[in-house]
């Protein structure tokens, strides 16, 4: 069992910043990876970027060079920083936490989700 709850959502204009955090806890010695997802107005849930418990990250094409996942062990966290953000950003964003205990069974757990709104 993981939960997780995110914060650092808001309203910021266009070619600003803002940095999303996420806290874990729980049986957080089981996650193998942690990410962010979002989902804007009328679309569907996609993966923004994640990063493994070996440091392995990847990013959505829309996003690379412009966000951050970083993570914090010691504080069972993982942070998205969000640079020259975009109106096409606007979307509730959701951070994942995956648990794989054996070959081809996953389990995913998530956060509440946080708003984030940038504004032209």
């Known amino acids: 069992q993981v939960q997780l709850v995110e914060s650092g959502g808001g309203l910021v204009q266009a070619g600003g910043s803002l940095r999303l955090s996420c806290a874990a806890s729980?049986?957080?010695?089981?996650?193998?990876?942690m990410g962010w997802y979002r989902q804007g107005p009328g679309k569907q849930r996609e993966l923004v970027t994640s990063i493994s418990t070996g440091g392995s990250t990847n990013y959505a094409d829309s996003v690379k060079g412009r966000f951050t996942i970083s993570r914090d062990n010691a504080k069972n966290t993982v942070y998205l920083q969000m640079n020259s953000l975009k109106p096409e950003d606007t979307a509730v964003y959701y951070c994942n936490a995956a648990v794989i205990p054996r070959p081809a069974i996953t389990y995913n757990y998530w956060g509440q989700g946080t708003q984030v709104t940038v504004s032209s």
């Open positions: 729980g049986s957080t010695f089981s996650i193998n990876s």
